[in-house]
DNA sequence: TTCCGACAGTGGGGTCGCAAT
DNA sequence: ATTGCGACCCCACTATCGGAA
């Protein structure tokens, strides 16, 4: 198949709304490919490549190439392509991955080269990624969707079932069964903002500590332990002592789910930061597993000897792993059900905030385990700070928000009358307050590089954040973490808002 | 008919490690 | 030795479609 058409179908696909109509341009395309095809047309239209990501950025792109004027490359050819270019490392790789990358680039038309660009950079904008794809894969291959999307989280891959569903049929479904040592998309969680409004929809459900680290899925097959993140990245060789924790326990073969971060001599949790930062350690882990130990923290169990749990309410998931695994390493919890559930769990949640975690997940007992989905049956609860802060700059928009002002920059008051900027956010807004931000700055403005439209600094404007963190990037050596937009505070000048003393002053745990 | 779950899009900061400078 | 880049951790929120209620 030529890559022409593929990148015409995704432009297809990016022009219409309706969710139906591209799954059929998909499931189109899919019927339309060579077996040999299907294996690299399916990713692709899923707004991945089969070789995962290939070290290929801004940089390496370059400057953009003439277009060809014909259509000639294959699909086959550009993956054989990018599989080369994958395999290049080590000294003067970067200028031969760019090589490459311009000879691809050179025989693509303007179409391709779109396509390609959004392929290489992870983003192709045609508002349908894999729920998508595995729907039009479903209809391609007169498959069950749901039976589809089931082995698609059950595989951790959307490329193992597509092979398996065109060499054998909807029957090679039944084949990707939960098995230890492969692992599955972990089920996650909504937001909700308080206890009480978790604890009301939920009913009868558990409340758990929300621990502020790495998500890990931990196999264990006799001897045999591998360890996985949220994306499925295979972690195992960074956390010797997660995989000791998984040896040491009563069980030969069975799947866990929970958490990995570290603690201080206290028992106190560490940032955020230094927990990632061990976590992300490849090179010296011995000497990191010494500086930083981290300990897993397990709250869910989707397999033991064999047995399958996924579909067992969450209470005897629970209960099996109360078996499995002793006390410290499985997560603090509470159950809140009936009257006077709504009290305990805020009570919990109080004590767990004291115990400088991030907050709570409030657990519904009678759901099943939903491996990829973002089920309503898990609810997070964290607390939220508000400061008023002032715009000292705005970014230019992308995509569907192009002529728009978008990312803002954040000031808060310094004591010598100016102000630090804090951070960015683009977070929180409507599209009418977009507009209305896009003119209000604009009358504002000072300067405009084409990028960054520079204010003065006069509107002040809520801002809604998760906590305070280091920084080397921003002057205050502090930032905030997941700011977003409450509203626009128009009745408050700039000498109203609030200082980065005040700021420091509210979290006493975090220093510059 | 209205409501709500699931998805895609729009990007944020930090850290590590490699390659380039 | 330092800097820049890319991958991957953490993530919030809005708009929209389409099925559920």
Excluded at 177 to 186: D, H, N, Q
Excluded at 199 to 208: M, N, Y
Aim: charged share 25%; net charge neutral.
């Amino acid at each position: 198949m030529l890559l022409h058409r593929l990148a015409e179908v995704s432009g297809e696909v990016a022009a219409t709304a309706a969710r139906s109509r591209k799954t059929a341009l998909l499931a189109e395309l899919f019927g339309d490919a060579e077996a040999d095809d299907v294996p690299i047309v399916i990713p692709y239209l899923a707004g991945r490549l089969p070789q995962g990501r290939l070290g290929v950025g801004r940089r390496v792109l370059g400057r953009p190439v003439p277009p060809a004027a014909e259509p000639s490359l294959t699909v086959r050819e550009v993956d054989a392509r990018l599989t080369e270019l994958g395999k290049v490392s080590g000294p003067g790789s970067q200028a031969e991955r760019s090589r490459i990358v311009g000879e691809l680039m050179g025989a693509a038309t303007a179409t391709e080269q779109r396509f390609l660009l959004g392929l290489l950079t992870g983003e192709v904008r045609q508002g349908a990624l894999d729920a998508v794809a595995v729907e039009g894969l479903a209809r391609a291959t007169s498959a069950d969707p749901a039976a589809v999307r089931r082995a698609v989280m059950l595989a951790g891959s959307l490329q193992a079932v597509a092979r398996a569903l065109l060499a054998d049929g909807p029957g090679a479904l039944e084949g990707f069964r939960l098995t230890v040592g492969r692992p599955v998309l972990p089920m996650l969680a909504h937001s909700a903002s308080s206890v009480a409004e978790a604890v009301e929809k939920l009913g009868s459900c558990a409340v758990e500590e929300k621990l502020d680290g790495i998500r890990v899925q931990v196999h264990r097959d006799g001897d045999t332990v591998r360890i996985h993140t949220r994306t499925l990245d295979d972690i195992t060789d960074r956390l010797p002592e997660v995989g000791a924790a998984a040896l040491g326990l009563a069980g030969e073969r069975f799947i866990l789910d929970g958490e990995v971060l570290s603690f201080d001599a206290g028992g106190r949790p560490r940032s955020f930061q230094e927990t990632a930062g061990r976590v992300g350690s490849r090179v010296d882990v011995a000497r990191a597993a010494r500086e930083v130990p981290v300990a897993p923290v397990f709250f869910d169990v989707l397999s033991v000897d064999g047995q399958d749990l996924l579909d067992l309410p969450f209470a005897e998931r629970h209960a099996r792993l109360a078996r499995l695994v002793p006390e410290p390493m499985r997560v603090r919890r509470t159950v809140a059900s009936g009257t006077g559930g709504a009290a305990e769990a805020e009570r919990f949640l109080a004590e767990t905030l004291a115990r400088g975690h991030e907050g709570v997940v409030v657990k519904a007992l009678d759901a099943p385990y939903s491996a990829g989905r973002r089920g309503a049956s898990w609810l997070k609860v964290k607390p939220v700070h508000t400061l008023d802060l002032v715009v000292l700059a705005a970014e230019w928009g992308h995509g569907r928000r192009a002529g728009l002002l978008s990312n803002l920059h954040l000031g808060a008051r310094t004591a010598d009358g100016g102000f630090a900027m804090l951070g960015k956010t683009f977070k929180g807004m409507t599209d009418a307050m977009l507009a209305w931000q896009t003119e209000r700055l604009g009358r504002l403005a000072v300067g405009d590089d084409g990028h960054v439209v520079t204010v003065r600094p006069e509107l002040v404007v809520e801002i809604a954040y998760d906590g305070l963190q280091r920084s080397t990037r921003y002057p205050a050596g502090v930032t905030l973490r997941f700011a977003r937009v409450v509203r626009y505070r128009e009745d408050k000048r700039p000498e109203d808002a609030d200082t980065v003393a005040t700021l420091l002053a509210a979290h006493p745990e975090v220093r510059p």
